[in-house]
């Protein structure tokens, strides 16, 4: 805008005689597009036209958004929990590992009036606004405080919180797949984990390879490659059930993360996985391909601490058994 004005101004200046002889007719043409009547019919235009914001630009969840310090993907949570705990114990829906916030420092609660911030005895207090509260019922763009960290509350209906979905969701889904990234995994299992640590509820993860896929590369081209990596998560993603968490954790290597699941059930929907994979071709430029993928399975009970590499290093090392023990297998 501002190299725009300089360079009209310049021409103004070295075009002196050019302007002197404008129409006539040029300047009355000038001063009707500017005119203020033209600027009323299109503010009478919008009213008349009925102008609302559209459906399909507000938002269908709250949300928190970390604004402070500033992080656009682990910085947003869809409010799915009720309550939800924020604290620095690692059984906390939202782990906020800083000194200033205590172990359990606050938890939101969705009431039939909205949702409501409720510090927990915290030792350095919980603010909103920048206000001291024991119990406050949150209005749509308020700063909440827990320790060093502000996020900014975003109800349901809310423009700004449709918008905070769609910039979090084309950053966690991998791009070629449409599953879900290994950065949202990651982030999901800390707070599955929590979960079942809380409840005393099991978990698995299951990763899974595609068997002999450089083989595919090699032979057949990188764009015969994506297609099997393409219609592989199309296949385990119709499949999985409703809650479960299917995501591309890199290459040709996925990851399912399942809630409340135990081992036996683990590897019947782990089986269930391998063989809609290898039971029937995969339609390719280069013709059909016959594909397998070789599965392993970390279980976690819900009774001790444990980080999301750990299971995720169990379920690697199972995987590559069953790649030793001769692949398109399960190994739990």
């Given at each position: 805008?501002?190299?725009s004005?300089?360079?009209?101004?310049?021409?103004?200046?070295?075009?002196?005689?050019?302007?002197?002889?404008?129409?006539?007719?040029?300047?009355?043409?000038?001063?009707?597009?500017?005119?203020?009547?033209?600027?009323?019919?299109?503010?009478a235009?919008?009213?008349?036209?009925?102008?609302?914001?559209?459906?399909?630009?507000?938002?269908?969840?709250?949300?928190?958004?970390?604004?402070?310090?500033?992080?656009?993907?682990?910085?947003?949570?869809?409010?799915?929990?009720?309550?939800?705990?924020?604290?620095?114990?690692?059984?906390?829906?939202?782990?906020?590992?800083?000194?200033?916030v205590?172990?359990?420092?606050?938890?939101?609660?969705?009431?039939?009036?909205?949702?409501?911030?409720?510090?927990?005895?915290?030792?350095?207090?919980?603010?909103?606004?920048?206000?001291?509260?024991?119990?406050?019922?949150?209005?749509?763009?308020?700063?909440?405080?827990?320790?060093?960290?502000?996020?900014?509350?975003?109800?349901?209906?809310?423009?700004?919180?449709?918008?905070?979905?769609?910039?979090?969701?084309?950053?966690?889904?991998?791009?070629?797949?449409?599953?879900?990234?290994?950065?949202?995994?990651?982030?999901?299992?800390?707070?599955?984990?929590?979960?079942?640590?809380?409840?005393?509820?099991?978990l698995?993860?299951v990763?899974?390879?595609?068997?002999?896929?450089?083989?595919?590369n090699?032979?057949h081209?990188?764009?015969?490659?994506?297609?099997?990596?393409?219609?592989?998560?199309?296949?385990?993603?119709?499949?999985?059930?409703?809650?479960?968490?299917?995501?591309?954790?890199?290459?040709?290597?996925?990851?399912?993360?399942?809630?409340?699941?135990?081992?036996?059930?683990?590897?019947?929907?782990?089986?269930?996985?391998?063989?809609?994979?290898?039971?029937?071709?995969?339609?390719?430029?280069?013709?059909?391909?016959?594909?397998?993928?070789?599965?392993?399975?970390?279980?976690?009970?819900?009774?001790?601490?444990?980080?999301?590499?750990?299971l995720?290093?169990?379920?690697?090392?199972?995987?590559?058994?069953?790649?030793?023990?001769?692949?398109?297998?399960?190994?739990?």
């Amino acid at each position: 805008m501002v190299s725009s004005f300089f360079r009209r101004n310049v021409l103004m200046c070295n075009s002196t005689t050019a302007v002197s002889q404008q129409s006539a007719s040029d300047a009355s043409a000038a001063a009707i597009v500017s005119s203020p009547a033209m600027e009323t019919d299109a503010e009478a235009t919008l009213q008349q036209d009925d102008f609302s914001t559209p459906e399909a630009a507000i938002g269908d969840e709250s949300c928190l958004v970390q604004i402070y310090p500033a992080d656009v993907i682990d910085g947003m949570l869809l409010l799915d929990e009720n309550p939800l705990t924020i604290g620095r114990d690692i059984a906390c829906d939202i782990v906020l590992d800083d000194s200033s916030v205590s172990r359990r420092h606050a938890e939101l609660v969705c009431l039939e009036n909205g949702y409501h911030l409720r510090d927990l005895g915290s030792t350095n207090g919980t603010l909103v606004n920048g206000i001291l509260v024991q119990d406050q019922l949150l209005l749509s763009g308020d700063r909440l405080s827990v320790g060093s960290f502000i996020f900014k509350y975003l109800s349901a209906g809310s423009v700004e919180s449709h918008y905070h979905e769609t910039v979090y969701l084309s950053l966690t889904r991998d791009a070629l797949t449409g599953t879900m990234n290994k950065r949202y995994l990651l982030e999901s299992m800390q707070r599955e984990i929590a979960r079942s640590l809380r409840r005393r509820q099991p978990l698995a993860v299951v990763m899974m390879d595609i068997d002999k896929f450089k083989n595919v590369n090699d032979t057949h081209g990188h764009l015969v490659g994506d297609e099997v990596l393409c219609e592989f998560g199309a296949r385990l993603a119709a499949i999985c059930r409703e809650d479960d968490l299917f995501a591309r954790y890199g290459g040709e290597e996925f990851t399912l993360l399942m809630a409340s699941t135990e081992r036996d059930e683990a590897i019947e929907i782990a089986e269930r996985c391998r063989r809609v994979i290898a039971e029937e071709p995969f339609t390719t430029a280069s013709g059909p391909l016959d594909i397998t993928a070789s599965f392993g399975i970390a279980c976690f009970e819900g009774d001790g601490a444990v980080v999301p590499a750990e299971l995720l290093r169990i379920a690697d090392d199972r995987l590559y058994d069953a790649k030793r023990g001769g692949r398109n297998r399960v190994v739990c």
